[in-house]
């Protein structure tokens, strides 16, 4: 098999190939393609010593000297070829460069970076040389490949531990589904989408203006006493209050009456996103508990305030999870183990990773084990997060979100292996999946 280069996508330059208008283009070298790439680095010469002091050394960017040879069938048409191909990129625009050969088709994207140079051979003949520079120095294999999984969902059974990681009970932590089965007392609950902290939608409150105290509150969540309950809030106000904001928590016996209410008041600043996070202890007969973000003070009709990203989380320790009435450790198999093979085996070169992740999902997070890329926010059945572990890009719905991420060990596909990527989430469910794309990469 002839090495075959295609630019843009749309020129083809063979050994030879004969395009539509009855020209032959002949490829005759690609310089830089696989010769690989320089190193750079920056040595210092040692003053009273042979050699020089070491210095971290990188890739450098790949440049690619394309030369060939062009047949038309008369001067015009040699004249016309020529303006064709000094056309590429002439705009200072990124393309597509692809070489195929014995081993497959790898593709760089590159930018001209020389004028071409042509010269004129007989009567209808030319020589052609072009020059591009790929800033990302790896060359790709053209081919995408993907695969994907639901999150990862554990079996029946066993014991499980509920400890300082135990699951957000809340169904409708970021009001994304409206909000139900939310209430509020002495103010207006709206859903609202004009201040957001995580996923398209947040809790708006609006005090009614004369009641000392204001708040709202989720569905029951069944405790025992004794037991730690964790409850998280992320809320922004119209204007800064002074120790009179709580995101406290509600106590209810077997009932349904109400016990107590915990609080812990703090003051929070105005027109930004502050997490106010409590822990407390259930109370004797407590049967149930609810989250109950508190706004005191006699607040104004104007003190405008939002609800997002909310959790409560019981944390109780061990659990036994078997079948009533048995004995000893029955362990269940997992519904989905939430993890993928990538496959860089081929690859000369670490390959970057894509996880196009589909909700809903509440802190989704992809892990390899040793690392992890955790997304603080919650994301709907309809939002489509990307997270881009070569570029560290993190887009919802096409919007940067980089900065909802609490964790960020960027992490690729090692040259010449596989690597296990897992997807999981706070809370498991069956829907939500990610699909993890790659391509493998060379040098």
């Known amino acids: 098999m002839s090495t075959t280069v295609t630019l843009d996508n749309r020129f083809t330059l063979a050994q030879p190939y ?72 002439a705009d200072g625009s990124m393309i597509s460069l692809r070489v195929a050969d014995e081993l497959g088709e790898l593709e760089a994207m590159v930018r001209r970076s020389d004028k071409p140079t042509f010269t004129m051979t007989g009567s209808y ?68 989408s004009t201040q957001l902290h995580g996923g398209t939608f947040s809790g708006r409150v609006t005090p009614n203006g004369s009641s000392a105290s204001g708040f709202i509150e989720s569905e029951k969540i069944a405790v025992t006493p004794g037991a730690l309950v964790s409850v998280s809030a992320w809320v922004w106000f119209t204007n800064a209050v ?6 406290s928590v509600r106590w209810y016996n077997a009932s349904n009456t109400l016990l107590s209410t915990s609080s812990a008041a703090v003051s929070v600043s105005a027109t930004t996103w502050t997490q106010v996070s409590n822990s407390f202890t259930a109370p004797a007969s407590a049967a ?21 990203d909310a959790s409560l989380r019981v944390i109780t320790g061990a659990q036994w999870r078997g079948p009533a009435g048995t004995t000893g450790l029955q362990w269940g198999q997992p519904n989905s183990t939430g993890v993928v093979s990538l496959d860089n085996t081929a690859g000369t070169a670490n390959a970057d990773v894509i996880a196009t992740i589909t909700g809903p999902a ?23 997060l990307i997270i881009n572990t070569g570029t560290g890009s ?50």
Not at 242 to 247: D, P, R
Not at 368 to 380: F, L, R, S, V
Request: charged share 15%; glycine share 8%.
């Open 125 to 192: 003949w030319f020589d052609y040389s072009l020059q591009f520079t790929a800033p990302e120095p790896r060359l790709l294999d053209v081919v995408t490949r993907s695969i994907s999984t639901q999150m990862a969902q554990s079996g029946t059974g066993g014991i499980q531990w509920n400890g300082p990681n135990a699951a957000n009970a809340l169904s409708n932590p970021g009001f994304e589904s409206g909000t139900s089965p939310w209430t509020a007392t002495n103010c207006a609950l709206a859903q609202s």
């Open 18 to 89: 004969v395009d539509s208008d009855g020209i032959t283009w002949w490829h005759r070298s690609a310089t830089g393609w696989r010769d690989g790439v320089p190193m750079r680095t920056n040595w210092i010469d040692r003053q009273t010593a042979p050699g020089a002091y070491d210095a971290p050394a990188y890739p450098d960017k790949r440049v690619i000297v394309l030369n060939g040879t062009v047949k038309a069938a008369s001067h015009t048409a040699r004249l016309q070829a020529m303006r064709k191909l000094g056309a590429i990129a």
């Open 242 to 247: 002074t120790t009179n904001y709580s995101t």
């Open 288 to 308: 149930w508990a609810t989250i109950t973000p508190t706004l005191s003070g006699t607040p104004a009709a104007g003190q405008v305030w939002y609800v997002d």
């Open 362 to 384: 509440q802190r989704p997070a992809i892990s390899t084990g040793a690392d992890w890329i955790i997304y603080n926010g919650n994301i709907g059945s309809s939002d489509v």
């Open 394 to 443: 993190v887009l919802l719905n096409g919007v940067n979100r980089r900065s909802y991420l609490t964790q960020a060990d960027w992490f690729t596909i090692p040259a010449g292996k596989k690597l296990d990527v897992r997807f999981a989430a706070d809370v498991q469910n069956s829907i939500a999946s990610m699909t993890a794309s790659w391509r493998v990469s060379y040098v």
